[in-house]
């Protein structure tokens, strides 16, 4: 079945202890993003990846962190989390602008809600 | 500024209605626009992609129109039912603009089908 797998899906933690939330996908697919979604915000893009190695900012990654190393997994690293960083965090992925038609379609996973106090 | 508004308040439909929710935007030119569906303590799921050129796409009981014009996209479902009851997110596609994948999500509206 085709997946992206979050994990943990809830955490309680308190300010300055680092975490990671790990996303996989079973997919083969080159793009894989992070986004947070606040109430009345929407989601919001963290940080994203074209492919390995490849990654670059999105709209809100101050206090985030990642990598991809292989291309199934996309680490979200929280070096110091503190309480604006409580939020639901969803990786997603897709085929990207590879080849073929566009479908545009993301996979995303179950969600990661994140308490920090 | 750059903005995504779609309807905060929830919509309450009777069953068998048509559901319309609508997206508007400003200072984007989005050459694609996707629309998602959300339950509740879930990830979002993909519904359809409609292209600038396309001003209406189909999929089953779904009905999505892009007005480049207007800056606004409508999104109908026909004959609705309980199981339809959800949030529907609408995400602006500037992938074509960017030459990566990028979305640009509204904040969604609510939809409420009442048997």
């Known amino acids: 079945e085709a997946q992206v797998t979050q994990n943990p899906r809830y955490l309680i933690t308190v300010t300055g202890k680092k975490l990671t939330v790990t996303c996989s996908q079973n997919?083969?697919?080159?793009?894989m993003s992070w986004y947070r979604q606040d109430p009345g915000l929407g989601l919001r893009q963290i940080y994203y990846?074209?492919?390995?190695?490849?990654?670059d900012k999105g709209d809100v990654p101050e206090g985030y962190k990642v990598s991809r190393k292989e291309k199934r997994n996309f680490p979200l690293i929280l070096e110091s989390p503190s309480p604006n960083q409580t939020s639901l965090y969803f990786c997603?992925?897709?085929?990207?602008?590879?080849?073929?038609?566009?479908?545009?379609?993301?996979?995303f996973g179950e969600g990661s809600r994140l308490t920090v106090l | 500024s750059q903005k995504i508004e779609q309807n905060s308040e929830a919509l309450n439909i009777q069953e068998g209605k048509t559901a319309t929710l609508t997206c508007n935007y400003t200072?984007?030119?989005?050459?694609?626009l996707q629309w998602y569906r959300q339950d509740p303590g879930r990830g979002p799921v993909f519904l359809l992609l409609?292209?600038?050129?396309?001003k209406e796409k189909r999929k089953e009981r779904l009905k999505v129109t892009f007005d480049t014009t207007l800056k606004q996209s409508l999104f109908h479902i026909t004959a609705s039912q309980p199981a339809d009851s959800a949030t529907y997110l609408c995400?602006?596609?500037?992938?074509?603009?960017?030459?990566?994948?990028?979305?640009?999500f509204g904040t969604g509206t609510r939809l409420l089908v009442s048997p």
């Open positions: 997603a992925s897709s085929s990207g602008l590879a080849g073929g038609r566009y479908t545009g379609e993301l996979f």
């Open positions: 997919m083969n697919h080159e793009y």
């Open positions: 990846s074209m492919n390995v190695e490849v990654t």
């Open positions: 200072n984007y030119s989005p050459a694609y």
């Open positions: 409609i292209r600038e050129n396309e």
């Open positions: 995400a602006l596609d500037m992938s074509w603009n960017t030459g990566f994948q990028k979305l640009v």
